[in-house]
């Protein structure tokens, strides 16, 4: 061998051990080989599910690292640990990707994937706009009211025969958000709701995707099993969908010349602080993170809770109960959260048990940090396991029971620090209240129309998820059956 090779593939080792091998003082995991880093050593259930390696914590502990590819990867477990880091600045970014790059029109931008600047004054617009056009607001309650008359009008259309919870949600929930967004509301049969729902799901459901978040090269060699493809064609009916409806949008004010939707509130923005950060490619791509972060998470918790009732119809009749003594068949308001203290329990629970959003969503590391001991490399990706936090067996008792008395001290609703479902510290949801508002009038709703029962033509339900990042139950029939 000459020298020239023995020092090329001396160099060469050398840089595959640098780029490949787990850094110094890394967190414990499992071990890493060059190019594919830890994959080999993921178990495939793990992969499949997205319950983020709740499978590794028994044997590395509150924080493990792993690599995969040259991308340092970091899964945090405890639930002070996760507190610690997240109220952090530095642990609150985005990792950088080419895939989320193209979703958001060629670099970041909005809210969802964007950091820095940009994420902040997006982050703090659209927190005060939905905030002004009022969480509590009577015009967003009475459009949160209309639309769960129509999905609940919808469902009495099947006249007591099965149906999937997934068909009759999505479009229903979109629609709230679309009139927040843009003053218009459509038809249920749209198929501009359609449309929109099947490019938010594709998106959402294409977990193979996430290899190429970490290993970017292989979308070039593998485009189509790698589902970059796929990522590209629903990125880009979302991108034609927001366009639209810029370019269909009216100005709307009320009588004192102030916004009545989203996106007009966002140009009077733009013209008010002259912040080039305000532009129609910023607003288009926070347009479109709406709607992918409100709709199929709420929606997926309302099949779930359909799931529960069907699984525990004791706890359906209880609820029912409750809500027909406190209403006596009048519709519900927000306020009438206080007075609906197992209803409330139950849908944490429901949140709790379905935790639809397992990992979060990933986080990265703006500069090297300290966690629990060890060192973070910069541009870790970070997951934090709100799964773990919300079934903690040592915290929870019987967590694995579907219990919303756990949520309920003294006749009072109890809050509790780990029923974190819409995550924890600076990046947490800021639709959280939305949510939690769609969800109670929703539920009750449904709860006050029909009794719900598994379909005697189909497979009887189980508490099985459909793998995915936002993770609704495995698709299931059910019944209707309209109370009197
Ligand atoms: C049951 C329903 C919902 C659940 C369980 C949920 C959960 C979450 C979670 C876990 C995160 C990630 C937190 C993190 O990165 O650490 C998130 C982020 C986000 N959610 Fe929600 N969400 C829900 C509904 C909504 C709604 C209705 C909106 C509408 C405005 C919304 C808007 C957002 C946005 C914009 C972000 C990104 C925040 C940021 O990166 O700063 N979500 N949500």
């Not at 009077?268 to 347009?287: C, H, M, S, V, Y």
Request: glycine share 6%.
């Amino acid at each position: 061998m000459s020298v020239l090779t023995f020092v090329v593939i001396g160099l060469l080792l050398y840089w595959s051990l640098k780029k490949f091998m787990k850094p110094r003082n890394f967190p414990p995991g499992p071990p890493s080989i060059p190019i594919l880093g830890s994959l080999p050593f993921m178990p495939k259930e793990a992969m499949a599910t997205g319950i983020l390696w709740q499978h590794f914590k028994s044997r590395y502990g509150k924080v493990m690292g792993m690599m995969i590819g040259d991308q340092p990867v970091i899964g945090i477990y405890d639930f002070d640990l996760i507190k610690e880091a997240y109220s952090k600045e530095e642990f609150s970014a985005r990792p950088n990707s080419e895939l989320h790059d193209f979703r958001m029109l060629g670099k970041k931008r909005g809210i969802v994937m964007n950091d820095g600047y940009g994420w902040k004054v997006h982050r703090r617009f659209t927190l005060k706009t939905l905030k002004d056009f009022g969480f509590g607001n009577a015009s967003v309650e009475d459009g949160i009211l209309e639309e769960a008359n129509h999905i609940c009008d919808h469902i009495a259309k099947k006249n007591g025969s099965p149906f999937k919870a997934e068909d009759v949600f999505n479009v229903g929930i979109l629609n709230i958000m679309w009139k927040i967004l843009t003053h218009k509301r459509f038809d249920l049969e749209d198929p501009r709701l359609a449309n929109c729902v099947r490019a938010i799901n594709g998106q959402f459901s294409s977990d193979r995707v996430r290899i190429v978040l970490a290993m970017p090269w292989t979308r070039h060699f593998f485009p189509e099993m790698s589902g970059w493809n796929d990522w590209k064609k629903f990125a880009i009916t979302m991108q034609d969908m927001t366009k639209q409806i810029l370019d269909e949008h009216e100005p709307c004010f009320g009588p004192n010349h102030e916004p009545l939707d989203f996106i007009t509130a966002y140009k009077e923005e733009a013209k008010r602080t002259g912040d080039p950060e305000f532009n129609d490619r910023d607003l288009q791509t926070t347009i479109s993170d709406i709607f992918v972060a409100s709709s199929d998470t709420t929606a997926h918790t309302l099949s779930w809770g359909l799931l529960y009732m069907i699984l525990h119809p004791d706890i359906q009749k209880k609820v029912q109960h409750e809500i027909d003594d406190a209403l006596l068949g009048r519709e519900p308001t927000l306020e009438d959260r206080a007075r609906l203290v197992y209803t409330d329990a139950t849908l944490a629970e429901i949140q709790r048990r379905a935790n639809i959003v397992p990992g979060a969503l990933p986080h990265r590391v703006s500069k090297e940090m300290k966690l629990g001991g060890y060192t973070i490399p910069k541009d870790s990706m970070v997951i934090s396991s709100l799964y773990y936090v919300m079934h903690d067996p040592d915290y929870w008792k019987n967590a694995d029971q579907f219990d919303p008395t756990r949520f309920i001290e003294n006749g009072k609703f109890r809050k509790d620090e780990r029923f974190v479902p819409f995550g924890i510290g600076k990046r947490i949801c800021l639709g959280d209240t939305l949510a939690r508002n769609e969800l109670f009038v929703v539920f009750i709703r449904l709860m006050q129309r029909f009794n719900f029962e598994a379909s005697p033509d189909h497979p009887y339900p189980k508490e099985e998820y459909l793998p995915s990042t936002v993770m609704g139950p495995k698709p299931f029939h059910l019944r209707a059956i309209p109370r009197s």
